[in-house]
């Protein structure tokens, strides 16, 4: 008895794309990509008005029926409360007594927005917590650096929505619930808002077409009622941080009689904002308040404050109308800290306090006795330039600096560091 | 353009002439005796940005064409004593307003009233209250806005009224 043939290689995937191997990592970039095409490293915000958004496409794009030769039209528009909102979004198809001509289909969004049912997006981290998205390189225009991009869990939402279908033909009917039909078969269909591919579920299918009525108008009315499962970003939640690696985030203190470096940037939240400057910019902003600046720099070179440059206290503002203003490509660093008042406090809770010294260089010494224990170096500039290289200088005492280099004969070197 | 049919019902009783002597009787009570003015703005649904989702505009973003003044007799029902949830957060605002104006005479002004449409109403010298159209009465099929079954005359305009942050002629 022969044995019976069989078909081998059949692709059940049929003539689809499928992604296996390497390409899914390939599909994951692309879809990434997708995320992040607005070149910012960080995805999009969606909020309500893009998921309604994304619902309208949807439909307009799914739900075309074609009726006696032509598309049942459909209201494009979220209807609200607003009255000539609502006649705006159909006089195109409005009778001369003003009312919508059938058939037609309109989308009705249930005003309230519950939280999400979509299980892996569902809220399982507690308190909005930040985590980290991704790492971009960055450069100052004297070291790299890296920004860490933080972003907060999704919050899942659940949006209900009722596509209703108005006409006076039975047929109509019929062409709508096989289109609906067939893209739910799995009960569930996608759209993409924002390069996300957002699920959307068929919860239920109701008629309320008037059928009793015997003596008033009577036309076919049927309500399908969908649940998006969609969720939201925020982009004003998001945080861009500097990463540990950036020189000036770097501490040096004693410990004993041996030194150790540590870093304290969970105490002590210093930060370096890079602009570079626009043609006749005077007004630099970080974008946050300053509460205490320690220095601001153009290409490296202190600058001295009310002699080149301005800042009120509290403000985000450098602005340098005093003597000149930077010339256009000029590199603008503004060192501060930016805590939510104007106190300071390292991992111990201690208050720290900002020291400001200066020193002329005698041509022997290069040992330089601070009158306060240091904490933490904030910058040291010889004749006004920043020593940005720790290995310039060393702690040789609880107050004291060696500068490893020695400066010219009379050089002026400035110290801001905490106590 | 459509055909025009004559109209030449109660043709041995009452004509067009009779019709257009009973509506300059009635304008000349109605505009004339009575004087009751309201103003009405138009929204210009092509100028007015609303935003793509939900055909909606902001705090004073609704554009409307020259406000047009205009002759209806008024009716305004009494305030209602309300609450947004059982028994808290009081308001009180002035029941809907029905105005009954006239086709010829806005026809004769050039204007249609839609539904969506605004019209303000003086209270006093002092205050002018916005309403917005709910019902503008295009549909005059029935009997009693048609003098004696001949033509329809008369428009009945439901308005409700509107809050500040909706529309405030501005």
């Not at chain 2, 004593?81 to 050039?110: A, C, Q, W």
């Not at chain 2, 019902?135 to 009945?156: A, C, Q």
């Amino acid at each position: 008895m022969g044995i019976p043939k069989r078909k081998n290689m059949i692709n059940v995937y049929g003539k689809k794309d499928t992604y296996q191997g390497e390409h899914v990592g390939k599909r994951r970039q692309e879809l990434l990509d997708m995320i992040t095409k607005s070149d910012s490293f960080l995805p999009d915000s969606i909020l309500h008005d893009d998921l309604d958004k994304g619902m309208l496409d949807y439909v307009k794009k799914t739900f075309m029926v074609v009726s006696d030769g032509t598309q049942i039209p459909i209201i494009e528009k979220i209807l609200t409360i607003q009255r000539w909102g609502e006649f705006s979004a159909n006089w195109e198809f409005s009778d001369g007594d003003g009312n919508v001509k059938l058939p037609f289909i309109a989308i009705i969004r249930k005003p309230d927005v519950q939280f999400g049912t979509n299980p892996s997006i569902q809220r399982t981290i507690p308190e909005r917590h930040q985590y980290k998205y991704d790492t971009v390189p960055t450069w100052d225009g004297n070291a790299m650096g890296a920004d860490i991009y933080k972003i907060p869990q999704p919050i899942a939402c659940d949006i209900t929505y009722d596509i209703t279908i108005v006409c006076n033909k039975f047929r109509d009917l019929n062409k709508f619930n096989k289109i609906v039909l067939q893209h739910f078969t799995s009960r569930q269909a996608y759209t993409k808002v924002k390069g996300h591919f957002i699920p959307i579920i068929l919860n239920s299918i109701e008629d309320n077409t008037p059928m009793e009525t015997m003596d008033g108008r009577r036309f076919y009315m049927q309500t399908y009622k969908f649940i998006m499962l969609g969720f939201l970003i925020d982009s004003d939640e998001f945080e861009v941080k500097p990463a540990i690696s950036r020189a000036f985030l770097v501490n040096e203190s004693l410990g004993g009689a041996t030194f150790k470096k540590r870093y304290i940037t969970k105490t002590i939240d210093v930060v370096i904002s890079t602009i570079v400057a626009g043609e006749n910019q005077t007004i630099f902003t970080v974008g946050e308040s300053i509460n205490v600046l320690f220095n601001v720099a153009i290409n490296g070179i202190v600058q001295e404050k009310d002699v080149h440059y301005r800042h009120l206290g509290g403000t985000s503002n450098i602005i340098f109308d005093l003597a000149g203003t930077p010339l256009m490509g000029d590199v603008v660093t503004i060192n501060y800290y930016k805590g939510k008042n104007d106190k300071m406090y390292d991992q111990f809770d201690n208050e720290l306090q900002v020291g400001r010294e200066t020193f002329t260089y005698n041509g022997n010494d290069l040992s330089f006795t601070l009158s306060q224990k240091i904490n933490t170096v904030i910058s040291i500039t010889t004749n006004g330039l920043i020593e940005f290289d720790e290995e310039n200088y060393q702690l040789t005492d609880k107050n004291e600096v060696t500068l490893t280099g020695a400066p010219v004969n009379g050089s002026r070197i400035d110290f801001v560091y905490l106590y | 353009m459509n055909n025009k049919l004559p109209i030449t019902r109660l043709g041995k009783f009452f004509s067009q002439d009779d019709f257009d002597i009973n509506i300059q009787m009635g304008q000349e009570y109605l505009h004339g005796d009575l004087n009751m003015k309201l103003v009405l703005y138009r929204v210009d649904r092509q100028k007015t940005d609303n935003d793509d989702v939900y055909a909606e505009a902001g705090m004073d973003e609704i554009k409307f064409f020259p406000p047009v003044e205009f002759n209806a007799l008024v009716k305004i029902d009494e305030p209602k004593n309300s609450t947004y949830t059982k028994g808290l957060m009081r308001y009180n605002e002035p029941g809907n307003m029905i105005l009954s104006v006239y086709i010829t005479h806005l026809n004769e002004l050039g204007i249609d009233i839609r539904y969506g449409d605004y019209i303000g109403y003086a209270d006093s010298e002092e205050k002018l209250r916005y309403y917005t159209v709910t019902n503008d009465g295009r549909v005059t099929s029935d009997n009693k806005h048609k003098m004696f079954g001949y033509k329809p005359h008369y428009r009945n305009i439901v308005c409700a009224p509107t809050q500040e942050g909706e529309f405030r002629g501005v």
